[in-house]
């Protein structure tokens, strides 16, 4: 007889088979052993009921899987912290994430990405899936051993927001990741165009004096990975997509065959360069906010499944790095608590159905990672019991106060978003919960 949680009387919706039904969830030994109704029709048998989660009025969802998220650790632990970003995430509804190697040191030993993995390992903590640098150092000279981070725990391999200019470097480190069918996560972006500049080249940047980088800085940079991926055959993952012409080369590669995918920000799907405003340090992001055309081809193209998946692209920046002039303040922003209402509001703009929505931030994802045939990112029978729980008629007001993490910073500041998280489980075990006043023991 196995015995654990209800939850009950909410709207269950899984992107993965495109379910959108009322139903309960049951929860045991950490993971998801039936569906059915309030009445208990569905648990398996011999199942008890220990414990009862009342969700009615909320969709019960997949935890959602996070593409990009810098927790800061190691080395920058005066930004913030593992504890508080991985709390950030529990009330965001994030259960899985990505980490770049942009951390000091560099992801670039085994010994590192053991270290991450293990402090990573409490049961309120999100699944960190670290991203091994391409390079040593993510210098772009010396390639990193690859085979060995992957023993490690790296789910993948890339540069975070450095090039590698050396193009005999960058072909040989996408040979030997095609040996091992390792894939490469890289952020198209020609160095040299946009060396100095601080954002979107155009008549923003121009009426206030700042350096520009122009749209070509990233498709000359995609279109050398893309003829390097048809020679090499490397599985190729491109972050941060921010230009229209941008995406429409991928979509033609595609069509021709190549195996890539890509991502959008939330950020970019949002946002355009005229919300720099008067020198917004909070709008300083890299690559910049573009043009009013290229959001709205981005936010068309993550709705058709041209883009794979929308991130938070998390990066938590301090006060120190915000409160600058505007050529000189940090870039990034954070993101791991708005992920969630960002993605409702354009579901909602794009007049969308949940389940493609959430697509976006759970199976789909969790496919460019590798852990979707593990379960990740869907409610199936077996899987770990990763789940988030939202109200999508309650409001999140983006302020100081409400962020969780140590990162205060977001352009978003001041807006009443919808969708709030009032649950977060993962492994069946609750990381996070807004009130514990609808649980109850039996």
């Given at each position: ?16 088979t ?26 398996p ?18 935890g ?8 800061r ?15 950030a ?15 000091d ?14 402090r990573?390992?409490?049961p ?44 005999q ?58 003829e ?9 993952h491109?972050?941060r ?12 590669a ?5 195996n ?9 799907l ?40 929308l ?17 000189e ?20 703009e ?24 593990k379960?990740a ?5 077996g ?26 910073n ?25 009130t ?6 039996t």
């Open positions: 007889m196995s015995s654990g949680l209800h939850i009950k009387g909410g709207r269950l919706v899984d992107p993965a495109k379910t959108d039904i009322h139903a309960d969830l049951f929860i045991a030994d950490g993971r998801l052993v039936g569906v059915g109704d309030h009445h208990g029709n569905g648990a048998a011999g199942f008890e009921v220990t414990s009862v989660l009342d969700a009615t009025g909320c969709v019960v969802c997949p959602l899987v996070d593409l990009s998220a810098r927790l650790e190691p080395g920058f632990e005066y930004r913030a912290t593992l504890e508080s970003e991985m709390a995430a529990a009330a965001g509804g994030v259960t899985s994430l990505a980490c770049p190697p942009d951390t040191p560099v992801l670039d030993e085994p010994g590192l990405v053991e270290m991450l993995t293990h990573a390992r409490l309120e903590f999100a699944r960190v899936h670290p991203v091994g640098a391409l390079t040593v150092g993510l210098n772009g000279e010396r390639l990193t051993e690859m085979a060995e981070l992957s023993e490690a725990g790296c789910v993948a391999f890339g540069q975070a927001h450095r090039s590698i200019v050396d193009t470097v960058l072909l040989r480190a996408l040979q030997y990741a095609a040996t091992f069918d390792f894939p490469v996560w890289l952020q198209p972006q020609d160095k040299f165009l946009s060396r100095k500049g601080v954002a979107h080249d155009g008549e923003v940047a121009a009426r206030l004096g700042l350096a520009g980088i122009p749209v070509a800085a990233e498709t000359i940079a995609i279109a050398s990975l893309l390097l991926v048809r020679i090499t055959g490397t599985r190729l491109l972050r997509i921010s230009s229209a012409a941008g995406l429409a080369m991928i979509v033609a595609r069509s021709a065959g190549i890539v995918t890509c991502e959008v920000t939330i950020n970019h949002h946002l355009t360069d005229l919300d720099i405003g008067y020198f917004n340090a909070h709008a300083r992001l890299d690559p910049p906010l573009r043009s009013q055309n290229d959001r709205e081809a981005l936010r068309a193209g993550l709705a058709s499944g041209a883009i794979n998946a991130t938070s692209d998390h990066t938590p920046v301090d006060d120190d790095g915000k409160q600058m002039p505007f050529e303040a940090e870039t990034g922003a954070t993101g791991l608590e708005l992920l969630l209402p960002l993605t409702l509001k354009w579901a909602a794009m007049e969308l159905p949940l389940t493609t929505a959430l697509a976006r931030v759970t199976c789909d994802p969790a496919r460019i990672i590798g852990t979707f045939n379960g990112g869907q409610l199936k029978l899987a770990a019991a990763d789940v988030c729980v939202f109200d999508p008629q309650a409001e999140f007001l983006v302020s100081r106060d409400n962020l969780k993490s140590q990162g205060k977001t352009p978003f500041l001041g807006l009443t978003l919808p969708g709030r998280v009032r649950y977060t489980l993962i492994d069946g075990h609750l990381a996070y919960g807004e514990w006043s609808d649980i109850s023991t």
